[in-house]
């Protein structure tokens, strides 16, 4: 292999790894549950954000969400509990490359 060759081969594999320029950035939304009188109770979790779900796991009172990517902007977020009237809103502006860790706060009777 020639040294042009190599160096073009060297280029081209750094280059696999990073955003594209033209990738649009986004953001990066989690949700944490915090329910400290309901033990260890489980519950099936359904998240939106703007209405559309993105997911649905199995969670108890102090676990967090795996982590849903979002365009920045004007957003909803919300977690509902399948199958009861229980859900949790919160409308805020996100950024690029933010982070945002929506706290549901669940109390058990």
């Not at 982590?67 to 977020?77: E, F, S």
């Not at 009237?85 to 009777?109: G, K, M, N, P």
């Amino acid at each position: 292999m020639r040294l042009s060759q190599w160096i073009a081969a060297v280029f081209l594999f750094l280059g696999i790894g990073c955003r594209s320029p033209t990738e649009p950035p986004f953001a990066i939304v989690q949700f944490s549950i915090q329910a400290p009188l309901c033990g260890g109770s489980v519950y099936n979790w359904q998240f939106s954000i703007d209405g559309v779900v993105v997911g649905t796991e199995m969670l108890h009172g102090s676990q967090t969400s795996q982590l849903y990517h979002t365009p920045p902007g004007d957003r909803v977020l919300t977690a509902a509990i399948i199958g009861t009237q229980f859900s949790s809103e919160t409308r805020l502006t996100l950024r690029a490359d933010q982070t945002f860790v929506h706290i549901v706060t669940l109390y058990c009777s």
